[in-house]
């Protein structure tokens, strides 16, 4: 029998026995998530998420999710979305949330709030080609976060610290990535 | 006077003058994007992206963005957004498409569409904190970018290696991007 038991919003019966799965048979813990895109005009494009693997097998979302990103006026886009580096930061954002929630959850910590402000400096020399020596992506990036739980300063800041350290997208910020890019020209018929 | 000259949506005039301005005054470029975070429950969180400051101004989006995250059912969430991870492939998707274009426009290349598809190999392992050897991050990533360009496959080749030199967030997942989070008890009136 399982027994449901909800801290911050996480079954934390079902966590633990997701962990104990994994500890059986660490190939649970595969996943592959994925991605596709689609160019509109100028800044503007949309990423549409559709399905993932995990647990051995492929999974699709309840619905598809759409992101739009486009470029402000002043980096001569039409604003009909976030751009980029952005959705970067939002990435980065609610990765830090969900990670300092779920172990949180896992300690028992009951919190009641997280809010968090996220600020990234970027030359533009970088994406326009004027310099070699200015970085494309940003130079650095801070977080700041308001944390509202039944806990002592020092748990707060353990939690600050478990959601450093094991978040996916500040693990993917802060170290390098393998990323493998490959072109193709498009066949007229599919698009 | 300036000559108003379109190529694949992005104004190539004003993308000159904004070259030649920070050529002139290099300050022009620097750049700080901001987003802000709410937690909701469990898996979901909430990020808006409201302003950014650029070319030695604050500057409005046109109205804010707002974007979902949650984590499907096998992880946990209720599947009311994409999750972190499946996030930051979107930054990356948009981002390199963008900087494609941009830079395919500069060059005087029409491009007619820009799709593609993003995989990233995540071990749950580093997230549940079972493991100091596995990463919480993406293992890797791969990129299929379909390109259809009144270009040769030279010049499309061309196009795919600039995308990767001068996308902001290929750099920031590329490289390690140092990121200082700071964390604070919540004034209870603030929430």
New interface residues.
Partial sequence: MTITRMI????VG??TE??DA??HD?E??????????????????M?T?HD?F??KQN?D??HD?H?S?D??????GN?Q???????????????????L???AAARGVT????????????????????SDTV??????????????ADAS?EI??E??E???????????????????????????S??
């Fill in positions: 911050n919003g996480v079954d079902r966590l997701t962990i994994i500890k660490p649970i813990a595969t996943f592959r998530f994925r991605a596709s895109n689609h160019w509109d005009s100028g800044g503007h494009n990423t998420i993932f995990g647990a999974v979302h309840r999710f992101i990103a470029e402000p006026d002043m980096l001569l604003d979305g976030a751009n980029p580096v952005e959705l970067a930061l939002s990435a980065l954002a609610s990765c830090l949330t969900t990670t929630v779920y172990h919190v009641r709030a997280v809010e968090s402000e996220l600020e990234g400096d970027l030359d533009l020399r970088g994406f326009l080609g004027m970085r494309c992506g940003y130079k650095n990036i801070g977080v700041k976060m308001r944390v509202d300063q707060l800041d939690l600050i478990l959601a450093q350290k094991h978040s996916p997208v500040f693990d993917i910020i802060s170290n390098p990535v393998n990323v493998m890019v490959t072109g193709e020209p498009m066949v007229a599919t698009h």
